[in-house]
């Protein structure tokens, strides 16, 4: 298989899909593996790292003509559509449930498209979410906690506390990998904390991280109430493939002090917070009724090398399945396309 890995165009996107030791493993399988120039610089893994490990360095162009397998990081933009082609099969994350002009202008390619977002693994895990999903949780309450600071226009909020002041309390709606994440930073640092979620296994969790982590199912009323006294909200709701449901709506929002913070790492799947809208590390934040909001689409990227070992790590045996003759007769891998001749398959899209 001639497998391609574009460097990543989007703002402040420094992640890259393969390390230098995946794709020595790639190419000691057989497969040709052509990386665009400085693909990995901005993850500490220069050219030659890559050439050492057997790959070709090449233009952007070079990278995507020579190959088959399109393996990147984020979903594809101007300049990627620009050189996709209907031989290709593109292996990224794409959330196309809440974006679908680029779902339309994919189906025009003709190409097939998997997304990271929507693999499920046999136990029922989003193995390729996951870590970026950590990722994004730990910085949430960690930027959060900054924002929260008078100089960045917030209440001028310790978020931990000390003794003869009070705790800052952090809201999270949604107890999975990215709200667990958050909950624990949170919990480490002093904070007061509550947590959302449907499922008493996960609510269990939360409770195990300390005595200052309260977790509750999300009855409307007691979102609104918990909403209302927090100082750092974050949204981190999720059902696999689809939009985000609004479960923060405009009035909870307005009931929340000025200067309090709000962070939806759901932002890519739509957000679910009604006044989320996409920002990027360009400009990251905006204020919407007093409240500051951070809604970065990629996250993870402000911790490229991190991120990038971690999403390597998790990614080459599923890479190594796809790159076979028969790697869509993986169910994981067949189950995760999103659009495949010009049609939208996923069942979550189709809704």
Avoid: W
Wanted: net charge negative.
């Amino acid at each position: 298989m001639k497998i391609g890995i574009p460097r990543e165009v989007k703002p402040q996107e420094g992640r890259v899909a393969l390390l230098p030791a995946a794709c020595a493993a790639l190419v000691a399988d057989g497969h040709t593996v052509t990386v665009e120039h400085a693909a990995g610089v901005q993850s500490g893994y220069p050219d030659a790292d890559y050439v050492a490990a057997g790959a070709v360095i090449a233009d952007a162009a070079t990278t995507y003509d020579q190959s088959t397998l399109i393996i990147k990081v984020k979903e594809p933009v101007a300049a990627d559509l620009a050189r996709l082609r209907a031989h290709h099969t593109l292996f990224c994350f794409l959330h196309l449930a809440p974006a679908p002009e680029l779902a339309r202008e994919l189906q025009s390619i003709g190409l097939t498209a998997i997304g990271f977002e929507t693999l499920v693994s046999a136990s029922g895990e989003l193995p390729l979410l996951a870590p970026m999903s950590d990722i994004a949780g730990r910085l949430a309450t960690q930027i959060g906690t900054h924002l929260l600071h008078a100089p960045q226009g917030g209440k001028g909020l310790l978020l931990g506390g000390l003794p003869g002041a009070e705790r800052g309390h952090v809201v999270v709606i949604g107890g999975g990998h990215a709200g667990g994440n958050a909950a624990a930073m949170a919990a480490a640092i002093g904070a007061r904390v509550t947590v959302f979620d449907v499922r008493r296994e996960r609510l269990a969790d939360m409770r195990r991280l300390g005595a200052n982590v309260t977790a509750l199912y999300p009855y409307p009323d007691s979102i609104s109430t918990a909403v209302a006294g927090a100082d750092l909200l974050i949204g981190a709701a999720l059902k696999p493939g689809a939009k985000a449901p609004h479960i923060i709506s405009r009035d909870m929002i307005a009931s929340m002090a000025p200067g309090s913070v709000a962070v939806d790492i759901s932002v890519d799947q739509g957000g679910c917070i009604e006044t989320t809208r996409p920002t990027s590390y360009d400009a990251p934040t905006f204020v919407e009724l007093g409240v500051t909001h951070f809604c970065v689409t990629n996250m993870p990227g402000a911790v490229p090398r991190s991120a990038s070992q971690a999403l390597s790590a998790v990614l080459l045996p599923y890479v190594e399945t796809l790159a076979r003759a028969d790697g869509l007769s993986n169910e994981a891998l067949r189950q995760a396309i999103n659009v495949q001749a010009g049609q939208l398959v996923h069942p979550a899209l189709k809704e």
